[in-house]
């Protein structure tokens, strides 16, 4: 009979111990946690205390008792490993409530204890109404916090997905939400002018935002918390949430000789063994080559942690037959009204990694233009110049955004290029799609560019065009241009080009835009098939120039 | 200067004039439609009947001189074109209005003119209360006499797609509905159980169908239109609408010796060519093998039409760089609150053709249980016995069918297995899916089966074992089971099961059961591993036995 030892019981951990049991009846399997809780819905927490979720118990996903009966595994909450003794293949465990130890061997060990948020050494960090979110224990605090002083305004530092997932919450209980953010954007995995979407919609929700400002200091002055930043801002708040991001659990694992990535996580192999054969790891602590930049990168997503048990508890009973292929962060985040979903690596991760790439943006509806309520989302997408191969997409919009980023992920995972957007079958009726799916008109569009039917210029780069030798054109209808126009356009709707070629001089670069890039791209082939050489189109059009720019 | 012939206006034919002029600034392009328009939403008609569109304009996508204006494509309407003459590379063209025939000649010519709906020589079929429904022409007539008469019993005859979004509008309208369909089920891409999901959903929306049954004529009496069906039964109605089917347009292809498939679609190679390499032919009018089955097969959707229509445009153009890797028939449909969709092959047809395969059934939610509105769905997929290789999925449920069987259908479109389900790698956050999404959770479950971890039966084999050699073991909770259970079986929860096994006799076989396949799993687990040699679980557990043998 073997016996299994795992470390955190909730996403990675429990998930290994169930898989376990049903490959093996016979093992021991012990699951520890120093927590009070395993198998919580950690990504349910946010919506608990936004009173979205109501029921506490909704959160619990299974208990150490209903583990017990369902799968036979014992589960010791309150009990904390807090060491590894390699060599004897045993690990000392600490009762944390009674404080005291004792020993347990394993055959095989399973390490999943997660990441830890950051809290920055900032003066004032320690007062009671500053909170992190990691565990159910947290998410009662806030809860109780919040029903003792009926907090009316909230500070929420760090704008990533969890971050605007409590903002949201937050200003569903009512709160006046301010958002104070380090880097020029808010979340990360997207690319500037994504995010610049996700700005207007926070503003348009009266959510305030505090970009390029970090918090130097918390100082309770009466009832009221003030909260300084860099720029000497103060924000006066009743409730403050920390998410600047987390940091791998490693402890135990350094202490043991583990051998560590550069950021901290716990090194696995394709097999999700660390470096010693009888040790698993798994999870948020876990470094793993990223599938596309080869580096060394935790994913700390909840849908990878639970794929990588499943492979974990197979190669301990069958002895590392099953190979992981990585993750490439497929993320995804309500925020209030829009869905935001990212995948694979952004732009500035390729221009950081100096790999050649080629990135445009589409806008189109949701479902049939037709058909009741269709709803406008933006895509980008990133991929390589010469084979179209993807590199990664980002995608904000309304419904149906989860299914595109979901369709471009699995393509992309499999080493796919733009042409197989193309040929994604999609289901198509009205109510769901487009005869062409969003991710099609990606794949087609991306391909005019990589066989060179189409050269693009991004909203950014068109201000490095302005010259003497430009000639900025816009291709819209005289009413679209009267709305608003990009400075020192001129305006010949796509509808009229043929007939008026001959208002544009053939010696000059012509940069041609529309509302979204469609009629902008027709225009381009008029004009590039009329004798005019150096013709280029907005990528994403005056949208997304629009969005961008203020 | 090229001269492209186009014949039809719409899905196919429309996109490729559009393509082509992308491509071909110069080229003479001349697009036929024998009907009064073009580019219209084929797919929004039962909507707009419905008054769910409102807006009529908006069925009509392209005009001829939105066409011309954007694209400067020749587009003549009222114009059939009668005769193809290969061998001078002319058609000959009908004005539908004055009767003028003539001659235009091409270096190419695509033929895209779709399908038209089956009416079979029924005694009575011309009464003007019965409609068949393929363009606007036809939509018009529906409304008008809507409006005129105000039915309010209405006959759909056929209960595919098409059939059932019709049934649905007008009992949207107000009317009386019943649906008369000669198969045993709705539906034909799904197998009977998954039907049998959509008859239960018809049922609480109060619309009748008779199944097993077929028109034998209609005959007006008074103001009443008298439906006999061949079982005796009569109905009584004020509308009828005919959705048996429809054929491939293909008289023009015939009469000019282009080749035939035996159902009568026009055959085309993967450059979408037909026999003559001066003619293509795309959309509902094109046979063309399916990946599956490799048989020559009609793809009566739109999604592969605008599909088809980019790729011809391209090889017309660059000469034939292009291939059409086939539709394996990603289909959708809304049908009243729940949605429908299939892909690739259902199980019958793998019994036709006596493949090998497993088939196997999952239930679940749209998204994480503790996040509110989580609605049931129902999955079945079906795959190679040994090496796991896709065949075909079918889902039914709310919100995310769409998506599911969108994923689905890029994997199996590229060849792959159970194995690529499980690795998807979805963005999730609690309210678009679960950490293991639906797809996922598809594909571990059949690996258990591949792997040979579990073994199966379906709803329909348990009746083949009753037999005294047989324990049906129901692993539910008492409650569940006394609120309905499968006759003779005994219940043993599966919480309880390890301490109770010696109730169970190890010389029998033991057929297990839950209520959705997965307690059944955990429990098949612990009794194959404890000594019995013998045991199945049911696949899709009570749900899916109680909605198919009623
Ligand atoms: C508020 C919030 C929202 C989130 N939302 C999403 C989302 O929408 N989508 C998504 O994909 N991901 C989301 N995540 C991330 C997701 O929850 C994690 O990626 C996932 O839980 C990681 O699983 P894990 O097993 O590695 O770690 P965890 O689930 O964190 O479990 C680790 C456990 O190990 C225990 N532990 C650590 N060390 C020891 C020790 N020495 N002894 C005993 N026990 C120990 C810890 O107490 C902890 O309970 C969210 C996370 C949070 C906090
Ligand atoms: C009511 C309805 C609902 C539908 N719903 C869906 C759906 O939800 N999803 C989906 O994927 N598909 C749906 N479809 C199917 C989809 O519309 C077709 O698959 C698609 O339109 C096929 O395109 P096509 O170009 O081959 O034919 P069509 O779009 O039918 O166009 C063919 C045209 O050619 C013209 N024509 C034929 N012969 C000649 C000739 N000799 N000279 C000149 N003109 C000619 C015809 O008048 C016709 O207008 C639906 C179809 C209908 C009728
Ligand atoms: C609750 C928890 C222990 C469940 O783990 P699990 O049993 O592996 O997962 P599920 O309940 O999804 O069940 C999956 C199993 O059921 C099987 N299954 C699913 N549906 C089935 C069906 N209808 N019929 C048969 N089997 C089915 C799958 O094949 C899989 O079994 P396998 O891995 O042996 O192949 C674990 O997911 C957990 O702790 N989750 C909470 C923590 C967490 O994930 N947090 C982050 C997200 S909020
Ligand atoms: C209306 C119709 C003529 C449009 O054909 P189309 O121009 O090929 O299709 P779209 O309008 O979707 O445009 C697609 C083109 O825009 C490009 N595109 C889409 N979004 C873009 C963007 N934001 N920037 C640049 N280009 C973009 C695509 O690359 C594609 O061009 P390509 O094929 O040259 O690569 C044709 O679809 C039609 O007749 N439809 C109605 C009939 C029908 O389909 N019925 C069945 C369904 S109801």
Redesign the pocket.
Known sequence: MSKYLIIGG??GG??V???LR?LDEQAEIIMFERGAH???????LPYYIGDVIKDREKLL??TPESFKARLNVEVRVFNEVVKIDRENKAVVVRNVETGEEYTESYDKLVLSPGAEPIKPPISGIKDPSIFTLRNVVDTDKVKAYCNDHQPKRAVVVGAGFIGLEMAENLHHLGMKVSIVEMAKQVMAPLDYEMAAVVHQHLKTKQVEFFLKDGVTSFKREGGVLNVTLQSGRQIETDLVILSIGVKPENKLAREAGLELAPNGGIIANEYLLSNDENIYVLGDAMAFPHPITGKLSNIYL?GP??KQ??IVADNIVSGNTRKYKGAIATAIAKVFDITVASTGIPEKTLKNEMMPYTANIIHGASHAGYYPDALPYTLKILFHPENGKLYGAQMIGYEGVDKRIDLIATVLKQGGSIYDLQDIEHAYAPPFSSAKDPVNQAGFAAENIVSGKLKIVSWDEIHNFHSENIVLLDVRTAAENELGHIEGSVNIPVDDLRGRLDELPKDKKIIVYCGVGLRGYIACRILTQSGFSEVYNLSGGYKTYEHSIC
Chains 1, 2 share one sequence.
């Open positions: 909730v996403a429990a998930t111990a169930a898989r049903r395993i198998s919580y819905a950690n990504c349910g996903l299974q909840a942690a639970n048990g499943r």
